[in-house]
């Protein structure tokens, strides 16, 4: 199994950073790809950024120009740069791994971390 151990989050005010961590741990093969999503309350679960083994990224429109991910391949951990932070950015904050379990398969699986909380407030 995968265990994600996410770290960072709180309360920030308007305008603020926050940096969130999440380390990736177990019987791992290789991670295809890591990344962050959020929940607002009463909202669906959204993505927020993802990066692949290679570094390729991919962020939502609403965080563009705010966010950078980041990864250590050596570490299995994935990092998240929030800068300019908004009263909308608040949310449970989810690391997510795809990984490959085991040298014979090539199929992934997604796993899920606690969630960490970001609160924009003044």
């Not at 890591?34 to 429109?61: F, H």
């Not at 980041?70 to 449970?92: F, G, H």
């Amino acid at each position: 199994q995968v265990q994600l151990v996410e770290s960072g989050g709180g309360l920030v005010q308007p305008g603020g950073s926050l940096r969130l961590s999440c380390a990736a741990s177990g019987s791992i093969w290789r991670i295809v790809h890591m990344g962050w999503y959020r929940q607002a309350p009463g909202k669906q679960r959204e993505l927020v950024a993802t990066i692949t083994s290679g570094g390729t990224t991919n962020y939502a429109d609403s965080v563009k120009g705010r966010f950078t991910i980041s990864r250590d391949n050596a570490k299995n951990t994935v990092y998240l740069q929030m800068n300019i932070l908004e009263p909308e950015d608040t949310a449970v904050y989810y690391c997510n791994c795809n990984a490959i379990l085991h040298y014979w398969s090539s199929v992934s699986s997604d796993y899920w971390g606690q969630g960490t909380q970001v609160t924009v407030s003044s």
